[in-house]
């Protein structure tokens, strides 16, 4: 009985461990009917190693997931789609998949501009779904309430581009080269890290760009123009694989021994993460460079994920990985919060974007938490090439120091200092040298500059160039920017000016080839009278313009009519006026002879009285005193509308007296402008002239024969051309003609450099000083020798000075009459009201009848 009971205790023992170990499978199995699948897009180019792996990362997480939690209603099922790298091809793939699947959301893996995230965010708003964007290199990030569903992941492009200014600060740097990928997505990264480092007045001494289609022999020709500049500072920032080339091609050309420092970006950091002879033959290239990598804080988990990743990753493609990116821990996260935000959101119908962007928890990377639509990783650590991988040498934060240390707070991505810290531990640097390279630039390594003089035809004071020398305001205000540029480069600028001239002494080509040919890099930069347009601006770096903006027109002055006084005002106009004048005359002497001594006597005193008075307020010399508040009332109101009338006149005449009056459209009048000048005849056609009109001249001479002739005898009425152009002609002829206005259509006259130019920004800064201090106005008196002043476009506005007439005035008459009609009715009524007694006994009959009386008694004694 013993056994049996004891054999009873034993069964119901193992049906109970039974059950309870396999009732949630069993359940599970039984809910696994149950599940709702839920579609999500995945665009990723499965050809590179980073999509793969960020692939792979992202099929781990949502299999992680529902290990977990697997008695969710929903399972993601990913539907991926292979870009093979092609930016097209992606966009198409999101299409196919929009139409092929009910896609809850699309998850976009690749370097992308900012049209193409621009493009996701809207196709996010159109299909209303969440686009999640792993953009590397980051792009311009766009604001969540622009684009709704758009979620951006991205590496922090201004806490990387603030970390690198860091660094080359905190070794006392003050001159870097910087070598990028010629492509949009690695260009812009580059102008916002020039930007920081000028704020630190660190010298951009060069700007070096690759394509990634550049061959070895391309590569090794670009490295050679780099080692002319000396042992210095290299700032790389391009893709894995062309850094990988790059580095390997330094090393062979002897860039990676003493005296030189190499930084990598957080993307080119990227190459290091393969097992492979290629990738070994890459790291013994890099020693002794230091970089950026995204920090991600250490755990017990991540490490036990990593371990089961490296496993499942060398199982598919035979390849052992070193470390895992950033990205791939992000990417896991982002799946894993997709997946919790999935089931959430469905049994509520709410919007999937707002359930996601609300996920807060503690994930691979750290606190996963997303901040204005965007996750952002911004914290740094910084690192050494050195042997078969890398050591950590120190950290950057976001709060913009550089330390040997950090500590994670308990949130886990909240990183802070150490108290502990200093700076950054020891750097082995290229040639296993611990000293700090110098990363100067010496006098002797500056390449020499081939700047390019193109002859100005006809004006030899802007530009005389021949095969010996080149002369002119533009050649010396060039020597003069590059005086002061070298004073804040501390460092010689070397150049040697290149006659633009073919054998004839005549320019090879015209201005916009000259463009042409230092885009094709022919030449480094152009000294002349080049505008700077914003066409040119897409090939060329401009510098700010030294001469005056705009184009202005200049005709014959008109000053020998001795009747040009009248013409100010037109006749119904000065007779008007001169009514206007005597009816106030008379009001005044109304108001005041009752009462005021000085406007009574004899008739004629009276009248003389009266026209004084009126004309008198021309110069405002009237000496009389008035005596009635009324009259003091009309003379105020006329005082202000002679001062208006007076003022009228005088800038009409003075318009008038300067210019001759034309009219540029009609057909009568032709106008000039300078030969083989797109710019000037670019905007004649602009202000809609007949080409039938133009005329073509090419020198200040021919300018004034053409003007001196007029539009009647085989010349022109007026010329149209830039300021600079001008001010030389009127340095001559200033005497018989001005300009009558001009318009800001154009930008002036500018330096033109290879795109990329360091020298840029320092030979605009050295611009600015002299026009400050008056050198450029120096300059420009000596070369163009102006005897006087030409009328502005601030003394005549218009080409067409017209008289002015009554329709211009007749408000200001109509206030001024009714003032004086107002104060005297009031006047009078107040007099009639005080002798209202003797109105009422008034007897008009009486008065008549004794006044006729009067005259018959008068003639009778007389006769």
């Not at 500049?229 to 700032?235: L, N, Q, S, Y």
């Not at 094709?520 to 347009?533: E, N, P, Q, S």
Request: charge should be positive; charged fraction near 20%.
């Amino acid at each position: 009985m013993e056994i049996k009971k004891k054999t009873r205790i034993f069964c119901r023992l193992y049906l109970f461990i039974f059950f309870s170990f396999n009732a949630p499978i069993i359940l599970l199995a039984q809910l696994d009917k149950s599940h709702v699948e839920i579609d999500v897009g995945l665009i990723v180019d499965m050809g590179s190693w980073e999509g793969r792996m960020m692939q792979s990362s992202i099929s781990m997480a949502i299999s992680d997931f529902y290990s977990v939690n697997g008695y969710y209603k929903t399972r993601i099922v990913l539907r991926t789609s292979d870009s093979k790298g092609q930016h097209l091809l992606a966009i198409s793939s999101a299409f196919d998949l929009l139409e092929n699947f009910n896609l809850k959301a699309i998850i976009f893996i690749g370097a992308q501009s900012s049209m193409e995230t621009k493009f996701l965010g809207e196709l996010g708003d159109k299909a209303k779904i969440p686009i999640i964007s792993f953009s590397t290199p980051s792009t311009s990030p766009f604001s969540n309430k622009l684009y709704p569903y758009l979620v951006q992941i991205a590496q922090d492009e201004t806490s990387q581009v603030a970390a690198i200014a860091a660094i080359v600060e905190a070794f006392k740097w003050k001159n870097v080269i910087t070598i990028h990928e010629d492509s949009d997505e690695w260009r812009v990264f580059i102008l916002h890290l020039v930007e920081s480092l000028q704020d630190k007045n660190i010298h951009i001494a060069y700007k070096s760009s690759l394509a990634v289609s550049s061959a070895d022999n391309q590569i090794n020709e670009e490295l050679n123009k780099l080692m002319a500049f000396g042992p210095t500072v290299f700032i790389v920032h391009m893709s894995p694989i062309l850094a990988s080339r790059l580095f390997m091609s330094a090393k062979k050309l002897g860039m990676m021994k003493k005296g030189y420092a190499w930084i990598l970006t957080v993307n080119s950091m990227n190459m290091n993460h393969l097992h492979s002879t290629r990738s070994f033959e890459v790291m013994d290239s890099m020693q002794g460079v230091i970089g950026l990598k995204s920090y991600v804080p250490p755990s017990k988990e991540l490490h036990n994920f990593t371990s089961r990743w490296r496993k499942k990753f060398l199982l598919e493609t035979d390849m052992e990985v070193m470390e895992l990116t950033p990205f791939c821990i992000l990417a896991y996260d982002v799946a894993w919060g997709l997946a919790k935000a999935v089931e959430r959101a469905r049994p509520k119908e709410i919007l999937l974007i707002e359930i996601l962007l609300r996920s807060n928890f503690k994930g691979l990377s750290g606190d996963f938490q997303f901040i204005n639509g965007k996750l952002d990783l911004n914290a740094f650590e910084i690192v050494n090439m050195i042997g078969k991988g890398e050591r950590r040498v120190g950290f950057w934060t976001p709060e913009g120091k550089i330390a040997g240390e950090l500590y994670s707070s308990i949130h886990g991505r909240e990183l802070s200092l150490s108290n502990t810290s200093g700076g950054l531990e020891d750097i082995i640097w290229p040639g296993g040298s611990a000293t700090i390279p110098k990363g100067s630039v010496t006098k002797m390594s500056i390449r020499k500059l081939r700047i390019a003089v193109p002859r100005s035809v006809g004006f030899p004071e802007l530009v005389n160039v021949d095969r010996r020398s080149a002369t002119g305001f533009c050649i010396d205000v060039f020597k003069a920017a590059i005086e002061k540029a070298e004073l804040e480069l501390e460092l010689e600028v070397d150049y040697e000016f290149m006659p633009f001239l073919n054998a004839t002494g005549k320019n090879i080509g015209t201005y916009s080839e000259l463009i042409d040919e230092i885009y094709l890099k022919k030449y480094d930069g152009a000294v002349g009278d080049i505008t700077m347009t914003a066409n040119r601006s897409l090939y060329v770096d401009f510098t700010i313009p030294y001469t005056d903006l705009g184009v202005g027109t200049i005709a014959p002055k008109n000053n020998k009519n001795m009747w040009i006084f009248l013409k100010p005002l037109t006749g119904d106009l000065w007779l008007s006026s001169a009514g206007l004048f005597i009816l106030t005359g008379i009001v005044i002497w109304l108001i005041e002879r009752p009462i005021n001594n000085e406007f009574q006597g004899p008739i004629s005193h009276q009248i003389g009285m009266i026209f004084w008075f009126s004309f008198s307020t021309l110069a405002f010399a009237h000496k009389e005193k008035l005596l009635s508040n009324f009259s003091r009332f009309v003379v105020i109101v006329w005082v202000f509308v002679v001062l208006i009338l007076t003022s009228s006149y005088t800038a009409t005449l003075t318009s008038m007296i300067t210019v001759q009056q034309i009219q540029l459209n009609s057909k009568e009048n032709y106008i000039g402008y300078q030969t083989d000048s797109s710019i000037t005849r670019g905007v004649i056609s602009n202000l809609n002239f007949r080409n039938s009109n133009l005329r073509p001249f090419c020198s200040p001479e021919e300018y004034a024969n053409a003007l001196s002739r007029g539009s009647k005898k085989g010349g022109v009425s007026a010329i149209i051309d830039e300021i600079p152009y001008i001010k030389i002609f009127l340095a001559k002829y200033s005497a018989d003609y001005a300009m009558i206005g001009s318009t800001s259509t154009t930008n002036g006259f500018a330096f033109a450099f290879r795109k990329g130019s360091s020298l840029v920004p320092y030979m605009s800064r050295a611009i600015a000083k002299l026009r400050e201090n008056g050198k450029l106005m120096k300059l420009e008196h000596e070369w163009f020798k102006r005897q006087s002043t030409f009328a502005s476009e601030d003394d005549d506005p218009s080409s067409v000075v017209k008289p002015l007439t009554l329709d211009s005035f007749r408000g200001l008459f109509l206030i001024s009459g009714v003032s004086s009609a107002l104060a005297l009715a009031v006047l009078y009524s107040f007099k009639l009201y005080k002798n209202w007694h003797f109105v009422k006994n008034f007897n008009l009959k009486d008065i008549m009848w004794g006044r006729i009386k009067f005259v018959k008694e008068y003639l009778s004694i007389n006769n």
